[in-house]
């Protein structure tokens, strides 16, 4: 079984600041890792995504996250916030065997970026 | 058009009655998703099915049913609501294109149930 786990359940920070979002996730198996935004009064919409190849990936909106092994961790970052960047971020693994792509959530991390 | 939508969106009930709520997608996806989302829990995981003939539960099923009319349509149906389901509840798609290892799933836009 997998479980995901976000440290922070909020995280203020100004404006043009950087920010970073914890995520780490315990599995016995090799696991598919998400990250997920949801803005006030909305659904959830893919951030970006860990499948294979470069441990690093990024977002068009300039958030990137790192795939560690060893530690078990994909936090997110952002180099610099805007106020249009709060929201709710989801951390999610999904099982590499299984062919039911469900989808393991953590607690999520409210990000507020103030002016 | 938003490609997921969920009926309804807000929807305030008592103790013992049936409820019902409704999703529709036009994304043409097979797999389909119900989630329930609590403060602090995150969303775990409540039905899924990959078509109209296969339907499984997820992690907390009890209490909940779902019936998959037609590719498009996926409803959940609280059978006999008590005031521990009020939750916001997803659904949510995704596209098993061959190929793909893991697929992106689409949310709706939610539905915030209150059971008193």
């Known amino acids: 079984a997998q479980s995901v786990t976000q440290l922070d359940s909020q995280v203020p920070v100004f404006e043009e600041a950087p920010v970073e979002l914890r995520c780490n996730y315990s599995s016995s198996v090799s696991v598919y890792l998400f990250w997920y935004v949801q803005y006030p009064n909305q659904g959830l919409q893919l951030l970006l995504k860990?499948?294979?190849?470069?441990?690093l990936v990024k977002s068009i909106n300039g958030f990137e996250a790192e795939f560690n092994k060893s530690q078990t961790s994909f936090h997110l970052r952002k180099p610099s916030v805007h106020i249009s960047d709060t929201a709710e971020y989801f951390c999610a693994v999904s099982d590499r065997r299984g062919a039911t792509n469900k989808l393991i959530f953590g607690t999520g991390t409210l990000l507020a970026v103030q002016p | 058009d938003a490609d997921v939508t969920q009926t309804p969106r807000n929807r305030i009930t008592k103790t013992g009655k049936r409820i019902m709520l409704e999703c529709s997608q036009t994304k043409g996806h097979d797999r389909m998703y119900w989630y329930r989302q609590d403060p602090g829990l995150g969303l775990r995981l409540i039905y899924y099915?990959?078509?109209?003939?296969?339907?499984n539960k997820g992690e907390i099923s009890d209490g909940y049913s779902v019936s998959r009319q037609a590719q498009a349509k996926f409803s959940l149906s609280l059978e006999s609501a008590i005031p521990n389901q009020t939750a916001l509840y997803f659904c949510?798609?995704?596209?098993?294109?061959?190929?793909?290892?893991?697929?992106?799933?689409?949310f709706g836009p939610g539905t915030r149930l209150t059971v008193l």
């Open positions: 949510a798609t995704s596209d098993p294109t061959p190929g793909r290892v893991a697929d992106t799933q689409y």
């Open positions: 860990y499948l294979s190849g470069s441990t």
């Open positions: 099915s990959f078509d109209v003939k296969d339907i």
